[in-house]
């Protein structure tokens, strides 16, 4: 059967935090690149759609096809291993450390950014001409996405940075659902459906992912976008780096984790207790 059961696919998320908390440095950043640099592109052909079809539903459906590309090739988000990597602590799997977790976060956030920066600079290149020209219609449209996300919260102060955070955790309660999804079935038509349904959710949403932004806003400051390179850090990419952390880890991670793996005893009827007593 193609189909795991949560106890089964839970199981699995414990041992691929294991796993890549103890995956070499080298490893771990080629895999983190590549992830980065395949979403970077999904991100461009999802706002590509847009411009052109005038639907951002059309975006949303069509972007999952970077997100399912990159896991079934093996490669590493930044927020799937805030999801995964816990778990294998909590599980006191042998070895596993804070330390050793906040290495892992720290290789997969450079890589990541690594592989998102490059498609940026290429995209970058290929909108303006080599520079030559302004950006055409796409490019202009992800500049704009740079500016009303950072300068859009930052107008509200605290009431923005909350808004921000918030989507933040809501981006990766969908994100992580999709890593799971991966892992939930045996083929790879089961894989693919059950990671495209909660990444459309997150995309036509608008909420924000620390990884697709890695590639929005440095592709937006290059081809002109009117904010600055701390606009861009602190009222986005730190806050939502935060907000995804918290969001998957609470809402995906600890919940299939403590039900499924830490299962509490369950409760006995008063009926079965007095037939117990009397026999």
């Given at each position: 059967?193609s ?9 699995k ?8 908390v ?11 690149y590549?992830a980065g ?6 991100a ?18 069509l ?16 927020t799937?291993?805030?999801v ?6 909590l599980?006191?799997?042998?070895g ?14 450079i890589g990541?950014?690594m592989?998102?920066?490059t498609?940026?600079?290429?995209m ?23 500016e ?15 808004t ?10 969908m ?29 036509a949403?608008t909420?924000?992912h ?37 969001g ?6 600890l919940?299939?984790y403590?039900t499924?793996v830490?299962?509490?005893?369950k409760?006995?009827?008063?009926e079965?207790?007095?037939?117990g007593?009397?026999?």
């Amino acid at each position: 059967m193609s189909y795991l059961v949560p106890s089964e696919f839970v199981t699995k998320m414990v041992d691929a935090g294991e796993s890549k908390v103890f995956m070499s440095t080298r490893d771990t950043v080629i895999r983190a690149y590549m992830a980065g640099a395949i979403l970077a592109l999904a991100a461009v052909f999802a706002v590509a759609m847009t411009v052109q079809t005038g639907s951002p539903l059309i975006g949303a459906m069509l972007f999952p096809v970077g997100f399912s590309m990159l896991y079934l090739l093996g490669f590493d988000l930044l927020t799937g291993v805030f999801v995964l990597t816990p778990l294998a602590w909590l599980d006191k799997r042998p070895g596993v450390t804070i330390g050793g977790i906040l290495r892992n976060w720290a290789l997969v956030f450079i890589g990541n950014f690594m592989g998102a920066f490059t498609v940026a600079v290429m995209m970058s290149i290929v909108f303006t001409f080599g520079f030559s020209t302004e950006p055409n219609e796409v490019g202009q449209k992800i500049a704009g996405i740079g500016e009303a996300r950072t300068l859009g919260y930052a107008k509200y102060g605290a009431a923005g940075m909350l808004t921000l955070f918030i989507r933040g955790m809501l981006c990766n309660w969908m994100v992580s659902t999709g890593v799971v999804g991966a892992m939930i079935s045996t083929s790879v038509s089961g894989k693919v459906i059950a990671m495209w349904m909660p990444i459309m959710l997150f995309f036509a949403m608008t909420f924000e992912h620390s990884i697709v932004n890695m590639f929005l806003f440095p592709s937006g400051l290059i081809m002109g976008g009117k904010f600055s390179i701390m606009d861009y850090l602190i009222w986005n990419e730190i806050p939502t780096v935060v907000g995804n952390l918290v969001g998957g880890l609470a809402f995906t991670g600890l919940t299939l984790y403590s039900t499924h793996v830490r299962t509490a005893p369950k409760r006995v009827s008063k009926e079965r207790v007095s037939v117990g007593r009397a026999a």
